[in-house]
C-alpha cells in the first residue's frame, strides 16, 4: 500500500494500469506468490480495463433519478482515472453533474481540497450541500467545511456509530 500511497496523483487511465501492475508485482514478491511478469499483467488490466469487476448500490439508479429531478449531483472519489468507464459500465455517470477525482489531484478524502473543488464546479455553498460517505474520516472532513455529512451504512463494516445521519439504504433518502 506504501507504493500506491506515494503514488496518488494518476492522470489517465495507461498510468493507472502501470501502477497497479507495480502494485501487484511488490504484492507477489511480499507474500512470495511468485506470480510471473504476464500474469501480474493480466491482473492489473483486469482491474483497470475490466468494466464488469464493479456493482452499483442497490436501487441507485431509482434513486438518482429521482433525485436528479430536484437536486444537482455530484462525486467526490478516491479513485483511478478508469472511473469514468466505470460509471458509464454501470449505467449512473449522466446522472451527475460534477465530479471529483482523488487521482487528479494526488490526494485522498478527507483532504479539504476535494470537498472545495465539488463546491466551486456546482457554485453551491457548503451549507447547501450535502455529503454522502461510508467513512466516518471523510464526513469529518465535509463537516470541517459546512457540509451536511451522512453516513450510508449499507455495508455491515460502515454501520459504525455516528454523530451524523445514518442511513442504511440509499432509498432512505427519498423519505
Given at each position: 500500500m506504501e507504493y500506491l500511497e506515494k503514488n496518488r496523483l494518476v492522470k489517465i487511465i495507461e498510468e493507472e494500469y502501470q501502477q497497479f501492475a507495480r502494485f501487484y508485482s511488490d504484492i507477489s514478491?511480499?507474500?512470495?506468490?511468485?506470480?510471473?511478469?504476464?500474469e501480474v499483467h493480466i491482473i492489473a488490466y483486469d482491474r483497470t480495463y475490466n468494466m464488469n469487476n464493479y456493482i452499483v448500490y442497490l436501487d441507485a439508479k431509482e434513486v438518482l433519478e429521482s433525485l436528479t429531478k430536484s437536486y444537482m449531483m455530484g462525486i467526490i472519489s478516491d479513485t483511478w482515472p478508469s472511473i469514468e468507464k466505470q460509471l458509464r459500465a454501470i449505467g449512473v455517470r449522466?446522472?451527475?453533474?460534477?465530479?471529483?477525482?482523488?487521482?487528479?489531484?494526488?490526494?485522498?478524502?478527507?483532504?479539504?481540497?476535494?470537498?472545495?473543488?465539488a463546491l466551486s464546479k456546482c457554485g453551491c455553498r457548503a451549507e447547501e450541500t450535502v455529503f454522502i460517505d461510508d467513512s466516518i474520516r471523510n464526513l469529518e472532513g465535509a463537516a470541517k467545511l459546512g457540509i451536511t455529512p451522512i453516513l450510508i451504512a449499507a455495508n455491515p463494516a460502515s454501520d459504525v456509530d455516528s454523530p451524523y445521519l445514518k442511513i442504511h439504504s440509499l432509498l432512505e433518502l427519498l423519505r
Open positions: 514478491q511480499y507474500l512470495n506468490l511468485s506470480l510471473t511478469n504476464e449522466d446522472y451527475f453533474s460534477i465530479s471529483t477525482y482523488s487521482c487528479s489531484f494526488g490526494k485522498f478524502k478527507p483532504d479539504e481540497i476535494l470537498y472545495k473543488d
